[in-house]
């Protein structure tokens, strides 16, 4: 596989992306674009009020993140979780790069970190790049040791347990590619055991706050739930689903960038060798994550692993030039975009969810992400109510821990 050069402008560009992201998380600060970011906060902040873990999602939390994104803010101010977050993201891209990509590496790396959504939305104080790290650092490990990445594989599920929907079935592809039957079986069901095993004790609280019963895991069809689609989704109708699904993945690929990735991947369809087995993970990764979006189109941080997949599976695929005219145009929507749709919600409130009541067709232009994010530094007052006594200090941007 190819590695990336250490040639000046490449470590420049690596260290501007970086301090760009660094500064976006900054800037932030409490105004955070994903109520969920609260709720990891204040998970861990009613743990070391009460001693009692209260999940941050209503179904089962996430463990890890909540533990050490809790901590930082609690010491040094959600300014620092933010920071540590998108740090988590930037490394998990590089590392990914290492494992996944053949050729054209900083390219991809470029191609990742033009996605202004992708960017921006990892700036939050949030879960998703502690688990895609996980994950990239267990697959690093894989050829050089079956502990370390089972244990990384754990902590991946230790903080998002969807992620082993992604971590089990890929393993099975990596091992059917090894020639000796007798190794592949054993090392597959070791690290198997390694990592669920692990993975539980992350749980643990969740099961004693849930009587030790399983109450917690939602499987869409198979389990209750007060809400009429899944996790807080739209109702399970194609109606309902389609549309949300088909918008929010034509967005967060890139509204100057859908067209161009939608035709080279017809026509590029027959090169992607899923013989090939990195081709075949990738693959996979893929399929699954737009499956489980159609029935929870929500939030963009969702899909991340589709569209750095996607962009890892045409990296390795198409010409480079190809590549360049992507980054170019997502590079673009930071500065200007166009709307196709306008959509009237039954609610503008700003702190509560907005549900669409109609939509239709039109064409003009509109600002880019970048000035959206600025516009959007305004969303601290939605979530400071719930945080009681901490409430003055999360405003202020200061730690949140309060002095006696």
């Known amino acids: 596989m190819e590695t990336i050069k250490k040639s000046p402008w490449i470590v420049l560009t690596a260290l501007a992306i970086f301090f760009f992201g660094i500064y976006l998380s900054f800037l932030r600060g409490p105004h955070f674009s994903d109520g969920d970011s609260y709720s990891i906060i204040n998970s861990f902040l009613i743990f070391l009020d009460t001693g009692t873990y209260f999940p941050s999602r209503g179904a089962y939390g996430h463990p890890i993140p909540e533990t050490v994104l809790g901590f930082v803010s609690y010491n040094f101010g959600v300014i620092a979780s933010n920071i540590l977050s998108f740090t988590f993201f930037y490394l998990s891209i590089f590392c990914i790069a290492n494992v996944f990509v053949e050729k054209n590496r900083f390219l991809f790396i470029l191609l990742a970190f033009s996605n202004s959504i992708l960017l921006i939305d990892n700036t939050n104080t949030i879960d998703y790049p502690f688990a895609l790290l996980f994950f990239a650092v267990g697959f690093f490990f894989l050829r050089k040791s079956i502990l370390l990445s089972a244990i990384f594989f754990a902590f991946c599920i230790g903080s998002r347990a969807n992620f082993a929907?992604?971590?089990y079935p890929s393993l099975l592809i990596y091992f059917c590619f090894i020639d000796r039957s007798e190794i592949k079986i054993r090392n597959f069901l070791i690290i198997c055991l390694i990592t669920t095993s692990i993975g539980i004790i992350f749980y643990i609280p969740v099961f004693i706050a849930n009587d030790f019963s399983i109450s917690f895991i939602k499987i869409p069809f198979?389990?209750?739930?007060?809400s009429p689609g899944w996790y807080g989704g739209p109702e399970f109708s194609l109606i309902?689903?389609?549309p949300r699904?088909?918008?929010?993945v034509y967005s967060i690929l890139g509204i100057f960038s859908s067209l161009i990735i939608f035709y080279l991947l017809i026509i590029n369809f027959f090169k992607f060798k899923l013989i090939n087995k990195n081709n075949l993970i990738i693959f996979f990764i893929i399929i699954f994550n737009l499956i489980t979006f159609f029935f929870m189109p929500t939030k963009y941080l969702i899909i991340n692993p589709f569209?750095?997949?996607l962009?890892?599976?045409?990296t390795n695929t198409v010409e480079k030039k190809f590549i360049i005219i992507l980054i170019f145009c997502n590079i673009l929507q930071w500065a200007i975009s166009y709307k196709l749709i306008e959509i009237e919600y039954k609610n503008e409130n700003l702190c509560e969810a907005r549900h669409a009541l109609s939509a239709q067709y039109t064409l003009q232009?509109?600002?880019?992400h970048l000035s959206k994010f600025f516009k959007s530094l305004n969303t601290a007052t939605c979530y400071e109510k719930e945080l009681g006594k901490y409430s003055e200090n999360y405003l202020n941007n200061r730690s949140l821990k309060i002095s006696k």
């Open 165 to 167: 929907l992604f971590i």
């Open 222 to 226: 198979l389990t209750k739930s007060s």
């Open 240 to 242: 309902s689903l389609a």
């Open 245 to 248: 699904f088909v918008f929010k």
């Open 307 to 309: 569209v750095i997949f």
């Open 311 to 314: 962009y890892i599976l045409l």
């Open 365 to 368: 232009v509109d600002k880019g």
